[in-house]
T-cell receptor, first 111, second 115 residues
């Protein structure tokens, strides 16, 4: 499988700051999705960006996609303590039947 | 409420035992999945099913078995052949196999520990 890789593995910031996490992947994709996981819970879908899109917004989330560099970034603006969670990117590769999840970035927002 | 229900939340298995994790969804989704997550790691696909009475192996199917007799249900059996089964198991579903950007909905997970 072609799992994506998130960077950094862990990130700690103060409440109110912005958090940026990156995802790199290896093959051609149809779309890329970001999910959030609170500790010991299931994953929750955040946002999807298609391969022909370069940027997408949803509330305090901003996602970019650079298919030439095979990378994506997730920006969370004005972070809150409740944003503390692990964030995963997942790629739908061209011709594949399922999503490939990255290894995740563990975000801690300090009140 | 629509969603995915996994049970039990915590399960302990003795060496040599088979155990079955339950997964039920009332979202009317065709596709269902089982993932394994080890501490601090990403998700690895065990099995997936596109439709009733059909399922496919994922990346780490050895030591696991599934069935899909009903659209709503996709139980996972962890057999004694799985040498290192202690992990967090996540069931998920989507309208169909991801193509055209279907998102995946997850259950709350089941913790399996070998004792």
């Amino acid at each position: 499988s072609q799992q994506g890789e998130e960077d950094p593995q862990a990130l700690s910031i103060q409440e109110g700051e912005n958090a940026t996490m990156n995802c790199s992947y290896k093959t051609s994709i149809n779309n890329l999705q970001w999910y959030r996981q609170n500790s010991g819970r299931g994953l929750v879908h955040l946002i999807l960006i298609r391969s022909n899109e370069r940027e997408k917004h949803s509330g305090r989330l901003r996602v970019t996609l650079d298919t030439s560099k095979k990378s994506s970034s997730l920006l969370i603006t004005a972070s809150r303590a409740a944003d503390t969670a692990s964030y995963f990117c997942a790629t739908e590769e061209t011709g594949a039947n399922n999503l490939f999840f990255g290894t995740g970035t563990r975000l801690t927002v300090i009140p | 409420d629509g969603g995915i229900t996994q049970s039990p939340k915590y399960l302990f298995r003795k060496e040599g035992q088979n155990v079955t994790l339950s997964c039920e969804q009332n979202l009317n989704h065709d596709a269902m999945y089982w993932y394994r997550q080890d501490p601090g790691q990403g998700l690895r696909l065990i099995y997936y099913s596109q439709i009733v009475n059909d399922f496919q192996k994922g990346d780490i199917a050895e030591g696991y078995s599934v069935s899909r007799e009903k659209k709503e249900s996709f139980p996972l059996t962890v057999t004694s052949a799985q040498k290192n089964p202690t992990a967090f198991y996540l069931c998920a579903s989507s309208m169909r196999i991801p193509s055209s950007g279907n998102t995946i909905y997850f259950g709350e997970g089941s913790w399996l520990t070998v004792v």
